[in-house]
């Protein structure tokens, strides 16, 4: 079945370093790929997405890169504040269209 | 704008019990999507509906089931609580349209003792 693979499951950085978090997925059917960050205790927030015809979007210190061919696309976040600090998932849209598949998270941490 | 809600926040059910949890979507959403979350990982997928309809089920036993009313808000049910149960439920909605982007509500954080 469908497959999304997320590394690394915890990164630390210090304020102001970049954030690089990869993921993998298995359909090549596929075509739309959102990252969402959970707060502790709060709802997965949609913060970026990325549909197959480009290969990266950016919003602010926040972008996402797709590879197609490699079937990889990775979340970067520059010049990281505390408030940046969250558990962060990759999804990917299974072959039905009817469901996102989700990797198992990033767990990442700013120091100030 | 409001966005998604569900109800009740916090529940504790005992083993074999059932529980009805309820979500409502954003206005003008017809797709109502439920996941299941366990602690320390990513959402599962359990249902999707839309315009009513079940378009998609994800591998959860019979124990579970949901519908969607003409309003779009939508109803989760599992039957004969089991301990692996607990877990956060969470619904999501979409607007019109295939693979648009899911809004997820609050969740309900289930406990089964």
């Known amino acids: 079945g469908e497959n999304v693979e997320q590394h690394p499951s915890t990164l630390s950085v210090q304020e102001g370093d970049s954030a690089v978090i990869k993921c993998t997925y298995s359909d090549s059917a596929s075509n739309y790929f959102p990252w969402y960050k959970q707060e502790l205790g709060k709802r997965p927030q949609l913060i970026i997405d990325?549909?197959?015809?480009?290969g990266e979007k950016k919003d602010q210190r926040i972008a996402v890169t797709l590879n197609k061919t490699a079937k990889h696309f990775s979340l970067h976040i520059t010049e990281t504040q505390p408030e940046d600090s969250a558990v962060y998932f990759c999804?990917?849209?299974?072959?039905?269209?009817?469901?996102?598949?989700f990797g198992k998270g990033t767990t990442l941490s700013v120091s100030s | 704008d409001a966005g998604v809600t569900q109800s009740p926040t916090h529940l504790i059910k005992t083993r074999g019990q059932h529980v009805t949890l309820r979500c409502s979507p954003i206005s003008g959403h017809k797709s109502v999507s439920w996941y299941q979350q366990v602690l320390g990982q990513g959402p599962q997928f359990i249902f999707q509906y839309y315009e009513k309809e079940e378009r998609g089920r994800g591998n959860f036993p019979d124990r579970f089931s949901a519908r969607q009313f003409p309003n779009y808000s939508s109803e989760l049910n599992v039957n004969a609580l089991l301990l692996g149960d607990s877990a956060l439920y969470l619904c999501?909605?979409?607007?019109?349209?295939?693979?648009?982007?899911?809004?997820f509500g609050p969740g309900t954080r289930l406990t089964v003792t």
């Open positions: 999501a909605s979409s607007a019109p349209g295939t693979r648009r982007e899911q809004y």
């Open positions: 990325i549909r197959s015809n480009v």
């Open positions: 999804a990917a849209w299974n072959q039905a269209g009817t469901a996102l598949i």
